[in-house]
């Protein structure tokens, strides 16, 4: 936490006023620590704070009961500053059980609150934890400032007039905790009071049930008595909030409504065509309640037919789409390739997961980059393009319909599971303020004329099939230039090769030169980024520049093609840096691109970067430079 002068504006509590904290929940998978942080999100976007959360979750369905496999945490990071990122170490650590413990204590800063459910601190959860001895007891924790609780008793207790099983009643203890952390940081408890009543209106008992303990612990954390009596703080509005209308979005809701925007926006049908994995399937969740917005949604029997249902969708005058993630693209190959011979419109969703194979499916990665841009047979070219952050990815989405309809050609959107589970307040666009860009499908006879191209974008036009003498034919074989027919002459393929790098490489028109987003715009080093880690970069940078350090750092969102000036803007740093949460494939890129000696910072552990790490990172090679 980030503090400054002690509030003394109130004389019962007296508060501490931060700036910002960074607050982790955790407890087994079944304990509910998602609902718990989703609620305390939507209590702080109330309160008019900043956030960026961190929802971190195992990939078993249900992990053995009190193991440390089987922890699940929710993070968030909130202030009245510009947050971007869910934070580092945590201020505050709630751990529902010993197994909770062992796994988040390493990230608790040393002085942090600890809150603890003494209840649960048996010899059988000690034993599954790995514990040899008790925690709360061997003295261990003494760096920290422990709050001892019997929650689960306590909760039983606050519910006991509802007539719950002892099962039931137990579940109802995240809320017991969430009242008390409510108290902590002052929020107000009623926006998640109306959803419970929302969530359990067919169980009013369960609803009851869950205020009541939501009371409970909040009444006793404002009447019991701390032994510092700094468990109470203040967290101001956040003052730079741009005036509008805001609520909390995740990547994967923000990604599905701008794939809805911009499907109206090209004056398409949206029709998405997916196979459900972790963690791209919370797009195709959120369009499957959009259908009054026409738009189709399509679960097929395997990533193979999503794809090509897909291309179908868009060869019959829709706007295909499809999403996966590692593993279901690398399924999604061959047909991506048939999309770019065919020349039709395609959107690619990839939220990026830790691989290979099936990997960690929870887990954040971005090592799908060298895949996207390569992973096809052929000469294959791609135009890819990444989100950085949960609310970019409704722009990025746009910007995929925009090229995919004016090129006719395949556009993948690069997200990863950090984006799409992270949530941050977005304030709602004018949609109706927004430039279409409706496509013109061929309406001109007496026959369709395969030849005939766009004199910029080299993009063939749209006729749809059934559209009396438009009658024509598109496949993965190789077609005439001419006449469209199938050909197999070697001129003719090296013109058709030519055609579709040259397309692809037009879209460069359409990009906008890169900026440098903090620092100079030379110097002795940049910092270039791409995806999920613009937040820990743009952060640790802000740091090292508020230091006395010339650094600068460099956001890409293009990937392919490159922004035009990008090599130019690269060859006024003697250093260029370029943190991944892969083993260097963006680096590769731009070796390959601009013949420069780029170096690597490199993290493959699932878990996004942490700004520290950054700023030791970036610092060293600063120093080794001068």
């Known amino acids: 936490m980030t503090g400054s002068a002690i509030d003394n504006s109130r004389v019962s509590p007296v508060r501490q006023t931060l700036d910002s904290a960074v607050v982790r929940f955790s407890g087994d998978s079944g304990d509910g620590m998602q609902i718990t942080g ?27 009961t009190g193991t440390t496999f089987g922890v699940s945490a929710f993070q968030i990071n909130f202030g009245s500053r510009v947050i971007k990122t869910a934070g580092d170490e945590f201020d505050v650590l709630v751990a529902m059980n010993p197994a909770a413990l062992k796994v988040e204590l390493p990230g608790l800063k040393v002085g942090g609150i600890l809150i603890v459910d003494s209840g649960s601190f048996q010899e059988r959860n000690l034993h599954r934890a790995g ?38 009643a137990l579940r109802c203890k995240n809320f017991w905790t969430l009242g008390y952390v409510y108290w902590m940081f002052d929020r107000d408890r009623q926006a998640t009071i109306d959803w419970l009543k929302r969530k359990f209106a067919s169980r009013p008992d369960i609803a009851d049930a869950n205020i009541a303990a939501l009371n409970a612990g909040h009444a006793l954390a404002e009447t019991m008595e701390t032994a510092d009596g700094l468990q109470s703080y203040t967290v101001p509005h956040a003052p730079d909030i741009e005036p509008g209308l805001y609520r909390t979005v995740t990547g994967a809701e923000a990604m599905a409504w701008g794939l809805a925007v911009g499907s109206k926006l090209a004056a398409l049908r949206l029709v998405f065509c997916s196979y459900p994995i972790t963690p791209a399937s919370p797009v195709l969740h959120t369009l499957s309640k959009m259908i009054e917005h026409d738009i189709v949604t399509f ?4 990533e ?8 179908g969708a868009s060869y019959a005058g829709g706007l295909g789409v499809t999403s996966s993630s590692g593993p279901g693209i690398s399924l999604k190959a061959e047909a991506i390739g048939l999309a770019v011979s065919s020349e039709r419109p395609l959107v690619v969703i990839n939220t990026q997961r830790a691989g290979p194979s099936t990997g960690l499916p929870t887990k954040t990665e971005q090592s799908d980059l060298l895949q996207a841009l390569y992973g096809r047979n052929g000469e294959c070219p791609l135009v890819v393009i990444a989100a950085r952050s949960p609310s970019d990815c409704f722009e990025m989405a746009i910007e995929a319909c925009h090229i995919a309809t004016k090129y006719q050609t395949p556009v993948m959107v690069l997200s990863d599971g950090y984006i799409s589970n992270a949530s941050e307040p977005w304030l709602i666009p004018d949609v109706d303020a927004m430039e279409p860009f409706p496509t013109d499908l061929h309406q001109d006879g007496p026959c369709f004329d395969p030849s005939i191209r766009d004199a910029e974008t080299l993009a063939r036009p749209w006729a749809i099939p059934g559209t009396p003498c438009l009658e024509h034919r598109i496949g993965g074989l190789e077609k005439s230039f ?15 090769t030519d ?17 440098v987003e903090a620092g100079p715009e030379s110097g002795p080093v ?10 820990p970069i743009n952060r640790a940078v802000s740091n090292l520049i508020d230091e006395g350090l010339s650094v600068s750092h460099i956001h890409v969102r293009n990937l392919w093609p490159l922004p035009a000036n990008l090599g130019a803007l ?25 013949l420069i000696d780029a170096k690597g910072i490199n993290k493959v552990m699932g878990q996004p970067f942490k700004i520290h790490e950054l700023e030791d990172a970036i610092r060293a090679y600063w120093e080794a430079a001068q």
């Open 482 to 496: 001419e006449t469209g027919n199938i050909s197999y002459d070697p001129a003719n393929h090296q013109k058709m």
């Open 570 to 594: 690269l060859a006024g740093f003697d250093q260029v840096l370029v943190p991944e949460m892969n083993s260097g494939q963006f680096v590769k890129v731009l070796r390959d691109q601009y």
């Open 299 to 302: 679960q097929a029997e395997d």
């Open 304 to 311: 193979i037919a999503a794809v090509c249902a897909a291309i």
């Open 526 to 535: 940049a910092v270039v980024g791409w995806g999920s880690t613009y937040g």
């Open 499 to 515: 055609v579709r790098a040259a397309k692809v490489a037009g879209v460069v028109r359409d990009i906008p030169d890169q900026g």
């Open 131 to 168: 514990y040899g001895a008790d925690p709360l007891k061997d003295g261990s924790l003494e760096a920290y400032r422990v709050i001892e609780m019997d929650i689960s008793t306590l909760t039983q207790d606050a519910v006991s007039a509802f007539g719950l099983s002892k099962k039931e």
């Open 38 to 64: 989703g609620q305390f999100t939507l209590a702080t976007a109330v309160a008019q704070n900043n956030l960026s959360t961190f929802p971190d979750y195992p990939a078993e369905i249900r992990a053995p």
